[in-house]
């Protein structure tokens, strides 16, 4: 594997002791850099491998639903691990409570991790590197690209981010070695994990329900690939601003948990001989923006702020916040959808009901939490809160950066001047109407079932 994937949080070797994968953003044993460093600096030194997730109590916005579908996914990933010879251990609490008492009772040599660029993780990532004494290693197995490698700094919108892409790709498209089964075993005993216990013992939000539609897990995540490729792939471009059509992939939540490599999918897609232009709009989204998203959140510690929008946009708003707003809605009234316009609640349903939201959808709904709220604090605030809450794929860099893209610009340009809005772009009812059947979208979610 390429070397720029990896960096060093801590410096020094492994040595002869035991060496552990911290797992966190890539669940899974397949297509994993990060566990392919690991068992391979394992095996040169002779060590026993294990994989260590730390399961936080609390995590954002996180309810049953996202957890849910988590730690079905690892319950897979236990069993995948296993095959391999490689132990899992699931520990209850944050990691810097958890990781350095396991760390000093198996006497580790190497942790390694998975990169991030969420605030907390950063976090957590600092304290446990605070509370050890052996080296601490990190690999950005979720970016085809390495975060830090695509980019040196924030940047300013896809064009400008996309050559830097371009130039680089191919290198990166390296296709993933098998993973053997590791022949040294861990000393001590392994629990496997009571994953029903687990579940039950879980003090969480219970409000938004698990979502029938999609079965967690890197087997499920495959088979959707697959059936996206056959099936949808080729008329992606025409039908992806079309919230009445099946065009999406459905492979963000996999995406999200790290079920599945971006990076396999992007090799699957380019095998796939479909015609160029969808797959192009595809890989455009899935490498490019995507990728975007975590360069925005990396380099602007604002992320989910009035901070973090650009300057221009700053100004614009500030221009325009005292302005009379039309209507004004609180938090509560937005979670039930409950506002004068059906296509928003339409879209609020199909978010709280399914644990999704079309992206033409995502887009309006933002914009419209800005057009209906005091000040764009506040707007961006609420928006965070639904998208983290019920998204099963919220509490993410693309969340976090499609909603300062709707309400503060971020990668867009200014636009002609209006009310309330300033300079950033605006969305309209009228506008999604002549893109898609309106009524049909909102008689399909009134109908919905989860």
Known sequence: MKQERIRRIKDGDAGTG???YWMSRDQRAHDNWALHYTWETAARSGSALAVVFCLAPQFLEAGLRQYAFMLAGLRETEKNLAALQIPFFLLTGTPETVLPEFIHRHNISLI????DPIRIKRKWKAKVAERIAVPFHEVDAHNIIPCWHASPKQEFAAYTFRPKVKR??????????????????WQGRVPLTDWDDVRKNLKLDRNATETGWIDPGEKAGKKILRHFIQYKLIDYENGRNDPNQEAPSQLSPYLHFGQISAQKVAIEVLRSGKPGSSRDAFLEELIVRRELADNYCYYNPDYDNFRGFPNWAQKSLDEHRREPREFVYGAETFELGKTHDALWNAAQTQLVKTGKMHGYMRMYWAKKILEWTENPERAQEIAIYLNDRYELDGRDPNGYTGIAWSIGGVHDRAWFNRPIFG????????????????NAYIAKM?????
Do not use: C, Y
């Open 423 to 438: 300079k950033v772009r605006f969305m309209s009812a009228k506008g999604a109407r002549s893109k898609f059947d309106v």
């Open 112 to 115: 390694v991790s998975d990169f």
């Open 168 to 185: 680089v790709l191919d290198d990166f498209l390296e296709p993933f070695p098998p993973l053997k089964r590791h022949s040294i075993p």
């Open 446 to 450: 009134e109908n919905i079932q989860t």
């Open 18 to 20: 035991p060496i552990i």
